[in-house]
């Protein structure tokens, strides 16, 4: 199977290993013969499998400016506008997806926080936005 050379005390060891089987090893020392019994069975390295496990915390609610009648709805995280969902003049309510931003090689789904009419949108499919980026305006 394998064969290892080693050197302790200035003392030369030949050591050929001759099976492995769990916490068994058959092997050889200098020719002679050695049944080995290891406290643990080793373990074969394994690929670890990513998981992300889903945010405890809600998604934060937009900064809605109370003095004014315009609502900014801005980039939470810097990324890549995939698509728009609304267009200037539609109407929306409540939870209304506006459009769906790619960051970090997650799609983020845009929502409403009021219902409104969409005044403006500032941004296209394909453009990357910066964050705290004014995407599009409701009123």
Known sequence: MKNFNFNIQNNN????????EGNVIEMEVNGTSY???MKEETKKAKTPKLVRAASKRPAEPLKVNPSSSTT???APIPGVVLSIDVKVGDSIKLGDRL????????????ASEKS?????????????VLQNEVMIELE
């Open 99 to 110: 459009l769906v931003l790619e960051a970090m090689k997650m799609e983020n789904n845009i």
């Open 72 to 74: 900014k709805i801005v």
């Open 13 to 20: 060891y030949n050591v050929r290993i001759l099976s492995h």
């Open 35 to 37: 049944s080995v019994k």
């Open 116 to 128: 409104g009419t969409v005044t403006a949108v500032k941004v296209t499919v394909g453009q990357q």
